[in-house]
């Protein structure tokens, strides 16, 4: 099947940070409204200026962890090259505790799981150069069960900072009728009570369109259900439905404004390595790196394919999601299954990927010069009938021609090609 982009012009309105923070918003609870407040955001730590990267239990193993899988998890880690391409923190998530609080209210690490407890365990973690994270959540329950946060927050707070926790994944189970942006202003502060620096990962599945108020309470924001190892199927199980890759990419097309330095939207971990196939994982990592995601791997690192370390580790996808200036692809062309996604880079470079979200494989015919890129910020203003970039390829990493000609391939079914766009 051929397919010719034909021509069009496309205004985007790729926001900048500072725009977002004079942004004002309802919230979806009735909240008075609220701003993303400029100080706000200036006030954060700056402890997460480029998207998290790491690695996080829950997609291959849920609640079944314990200290000698994961001490290998963690050797796994380092020798796989994970540590090298930039991954830092090791995140325990839901399952690390026993059932109940000690007499004196304190979470405890599962003794039968974490027999030296949680602080050794956080020991091991960071003499290999990592960063230790933790989940719980805002409500009385975590999701699966063990004891929630919530009315414990500042001593839960104090106790991950005396574990030496950097990273808090918190979730929104069991909540009832709390208001969602005060329960995670109210773990945020308790955190940054604690005297620990740790980043704050809010984890309330876009309920309450945490991307207009979360910027400065926390680094980063989940905005959608959970994740599932399947390109473009959710999983439905009864009472809810585990997402695809194409289902929460769909989530983001309007939503990419409001991310920025210290304040990312998340789009939940990888699942590349867990089952779906090399062109499916390879488009799923792509796309999660021109959307500026946190990129927290959720595979078996011990025993990696050479094709999922492949993925995981491309230092040029990776600078593409790690790019300063932390501006999310916007999806410029959409027609019979093929997208465009283009996301401006710094030093006045793009990246762009092609999507071929259809099983079968389509021929892209492309013109650069019929599609000029504006945005209303400066940040992107890419008119190819006035400058020539050159085209390199981040997958095949190899220099494939430039935007003076028309970009011709076939893509299979389900996979990308993600281009860096160097002006000549
Ligand atoms: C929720 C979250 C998941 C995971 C589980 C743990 O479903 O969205 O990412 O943390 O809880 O129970």
């Not at 690490?109 to 933790?134: R, S, T």
């Not at 190892?229 to 309007?254: C, E, H, P, R, T």
């Not at 491309?314 to 996604?341: F, H, P």
Request: hydrophobic share 40%; with cysteine; aromatic share 10%.
């Amino acid at each position: 099947m051929k397919i010719n982009l034909y021509k069009h012009v496309i205004i985007t309105t790729l926001l900048s940070a500072s725009t977002c923070a004079n942004l004002f918003a309802q919230t979806a609870d009735g909240a008075a409204p609220v701003a993303i407040a400029k100080e706000q955001i200036a006030k954060a730590n700056n402890l997460a200026p480029t998207p998290p990267m790491g690695w996080n239990t829950w997609n291959t193993f849920q609640t079944k962890i314990d200290e000698p899988l994961l001490k290998g998890m963690v050797d796994a880690y380092v020798s796989s090259g994970m540590r090298d391409a930039g991954y830092r923190y090791f995140v325990l998530d839901d399952g690390w505790m026993s059932m109940e609080r000690d007499k004196n209210g304190d979470l405890v690490a599962d003794p039968k799981k974490f027999p030296k407890g949680m602080k050794a365990f956080a020991d091991y973690v960071h003499a290999k150069g990592l960063k230790f994270g933790i989940y719980n959540c805002a409500g009385s329950k975590t999701c699966a069960g063990y004891p929630g946060s919530r009315g414990h927050e500042y001593q839960d707070a104090r106790l991950y900072a005396s574990f030496g926790v950097d990273f808090l994944k918190y979730d929104w189970c069991n909540t009832d009728s709390l208001n969602a942006r005060e329960a995670y202003i109210t773990m945020s502060q308790a955190l940054k009570a604690s005297g620990r620096q740790i980043v704050f990962s809010l984890c309330e599945w876009g309920n309450h369109q945490p991307w207009l108020w979360a910027g400065g309470v926390g680094e980063l924001y989940r905005n959608t259900g959970d994740i599932t190892a399947s390109f473009d199927k959710n999983k439905n199980y009864g009472s809810w439905s585990a997402l695809s890759v194409m289902s929460i990419l769909d989530k983001q097309v309007n939503i990419g404004k409001y991310n920025g330095p210290n304040h990312w939207n998340d789009p939940d971990m990888l699942e590349v390595g867990n089952g779906m196939s090399f062109n499916e994982d390879k488009a799923h990592f792509s796309l999660w790196c021109m959307l500026s995601a946190p990129l927290a791997a959720g595979n078996d690192l011990r025993n990696m394919s050479p094709q999922t370390q492949s993925i995981l580790t491309n230092k040029e996808a990776i600078a593409i999601d790690q790019d300063a200036l932390g501006i999310a692809a916007t999806r410029i062309y959409q027609a019979d299954s093929l997208e465009v996604w283009a996301k401006p880079l710094a030093n006045n470079q793009l990246a762009v990927c092609f999507l071929n979200r259809s099983t079968v494989a389509k021929d892209v015919a492309y013109k650069w010069q019929e599609h000029t890129i504006n945005n209303e910020e400066g940040k992107l203003n890419a008119d190819f009938a006035q400058a020539v970039y050159k085209l390199h390829d981040v997958w095949t990493k190899k220099d494939i021609g430039t935007t003076k000609k028309e970009f011709k391939q076939t893509l299979a079914g389900h996979s990308v090609v993600m281009l860096r766009l160097v002006k000549f």
